[in-house]
């Protein structure tokens, strides 16, 4: 059974539980992003990455999350980009779209991927370009100004970032509510 979190429905958990084809991994998450390139990360204070789901093949996810609990973002000013085998550039670009109203969530996930059919009706957008694999840093920026990170942009760490007891290779990691700063 997948794991519960008060800020996400049971519903949306479950849809991306089964999107992934490995054990979910729940862990505080740090990982220390050096900034050899002047990269400016801004404190995650209103739109940020709640889940990472990295499993085989094009199983692959992300899951952002408002947390102003009433105002609502214009996702326009932000994207995804996604700094493959320790890349110092973003090797793919997903702009967003839309708005995402206060304590919601927006969904991108890889339109190949073998086990979305649960995630269909909650996914917000469906793209190749969600094609990361564990060693690769995904970021969320808004006005090209990086607000949260998974992994380190511009290193290659192997397999993945070894957290906790796992790593970001083939692992679904979700933020604990309480963590309200970028992974």
């Not at 839309?98 to 991927?113: D, R």
């Not at 979305?116 to 006005?143: C, E, H, M, P, Q």
């Not at 990086?146 to 933020?175: A, C, M, N, Q, Y």
Request: a negative charge; one cysteine or more.
């Amino acid at each position: 059974a997948p794991p519960t979190n008060p800020l996400i429905p049971d519903t949306v958990i479950q849809a991306l539980h089964d999107m992934a084809d490995h054990l979910p991994v729940i862990m505080k998450v740090y990982l220390e992003v050096k900034n050899p390139w002047d990269i400016k990360i801004s404190k995650c204070n209103s739109l940020l990455i709640s889940e990472y789901l990295e499993g085989s093949s094009n199983n692959k996810g992300i899951e952002l999350f408002n947390l102003a609990p009433y105002d609502t973002i214009d996702l326009s000013t932000y994207k995804i980009c996604i700094y493959s085998n320790g890349s110092q550039i973003p090797t793919q670009q997903i702009p967003l779209q839309g708005k995402l109203p206060g304590k919601g969530f927006y969904i991108l996930a890889n339109n190949n991927s073998s086990t979305l059919s649960r995630l269909v009706s909650y996914a917000d957008t469906f793209t190749t370009k969600i094609n990361f694999n564990g060693n690769d840093a995904v970021a969320l920026l808004k006005n090209d100004t990086v607000v949260d990170v998974i992994g380190e942009i511009g290193v290659d760490p192997g397999l993945g970032w070894v957290i906790d007891t796992g790593s970001t290779k083939d692992h679904t990691i979700i933020r604990k509510p309480q963590f309200k700063k970028p992974f």
